[in-house]
């Protein structure tokens, strides 16, 4: 508001549930570059790779770049006993990539993922914004165990689902992180209002060669440019002529200036082992009584690539401090 002094308080609380993960490192360093967002806690749960991995990489980043924000251990498996099925072949073993990590001294907070996304949710009082860029059991055990939660939570954002997929044992019609967990997705699109980055805006935010080099090109900061590197060459492994950020699209749609835009659905998720649909995220035009899918559809993308750019910034001043410090 004009003429109004903006204090620390009026920021947007937030927490990331998440399982890094290359574009989700990527997707942290943005959230923390955001001057809107007062980032609380970090809840790392299997994904992409195992959660030994997912919660050593968010332990490292808190490190690194000095996160003001809290990191908790999510869980290790899928509801229901399901087999995990990872994408460590896309994000490396250890799911940065070919990058190093080294030993990490920070801790994790000494309660779960569920319960300190509850418990920031509480201490919001009602303004939390909730980012789940990875599969969403995490969030769908802290429903089960704190039923008011969608109540407390003022607006979810996922990056998940789509009206196509990017899963080839699901013949391409399930998305990854809906495919990880499809019991956990069904449950969290039962009881939220969700604003989804599915796959549709998610291929709206595709990098080039000459996108990806620009970032590379900013980069001091040798683990940010190893993976803007590794989102580079992974189409040359892959034979695609594009990356996407995507996680960082799920990030965006908690902003408060409309970067991505929606249209109003709802969905069903199918959650059965047995069916050929396993992990499809069924989008229909919205119907009252339903909860809503914001369905994004479009991206400011030159925004995006000014956020990343800043994101950048922030991370060679934090490593460039931290150097100064050793
Ligand atoms: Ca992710």
Same mark, same amino acid.
């Given at each position: 508001m004009e003429g109004v002094m903006v204090s620390a308080d009026s920021r947007i609380p937030i927490v990331i549930d998440t399982d890094p993960g290359v574009d989700d490192c990527i997707a942290i360093l943005l959230a923390n570059s &955001? $001057? $809107? #967002? /007062?980032?609380?806690a970090i809840t790392a749960v299997s994904g992409n790779v195992d959660v030994r991995w997912t919660l050593r990489n968010a332990l490292f980043l808190k490190e690194r770049y000095g996160l003001d924000c809290v990191v908790a251990k999510g869980a290790e498996k899928p509801l229901g006993g399901r087999a995990s099925h990872d994408a460590g072949a896309v994000h490396g073993k250890e799911g940065v990539g070919a990058y190093r990590v080294p030993e990490v001294s920070c801790k994790p907070d000494s309660d779960r993922a569920w319960d300190v996304i509850y418990r920031e949710a509480v201490r919001a009082g009602g303004r939390l914004r909730l980012i789940a860029i990875g599969p969403l059991t995490d969030i769908a055990i802290a429903l089960e165990k704190h039923p008011d939660l969608p109540q407390l939570v003022d607006r979810l954002c996922i990056m998940g689902g789509g009206r196509f997929g990017n899963v080839p044992e699901s013949g391409n019609i399930a998305e990854f992180n809906i495919y990880a967990d499809p019991q956990a997705a069904a449950r969290v699109f039962e009881a939220f209002d969700v604003h989804m980055a599915g796959l549709d805006v998610c291929f709206k935010a595709e990098f080039g060669e000459a996108e990806l080099d620009d970032l590379i090109s900013l980069c001091d900061d040798d683990f940010l440019e190893s993976l803007f590197r590794h989102m580079r060459d992974a189409w040359i492994e892959n034979g695609l002529a594009v990356n996407i950020p995507y996680d960082s699209v799920g990030i965006l749609q908690a902003c408060s200036d409309p970067i991505v835009s929606y249209r109003k659905s709802c969905a069903d998720v199918i959650a059965d082992e047995a069916s050929p649909e396993d992990g499809r995220t069924v989008l229909m035009p919205y119907r009252e009584g339903r909860n809503v899918v #914001? $369905?994004?559809? $479009? &991206? /400011?993308k030159p925004r995006l690539m000014a956020m990343l750019k800043k994101a950048i910034s922030k991370a060679n001043k934090a490593v460039e401090a931290g150097r100064g410090v050793l």
């Open positions: &955001i $001057e $809107e #967002f /007062d980032l609380r #914001f $369905e994004g559809t $479009e &991206i /400011d």
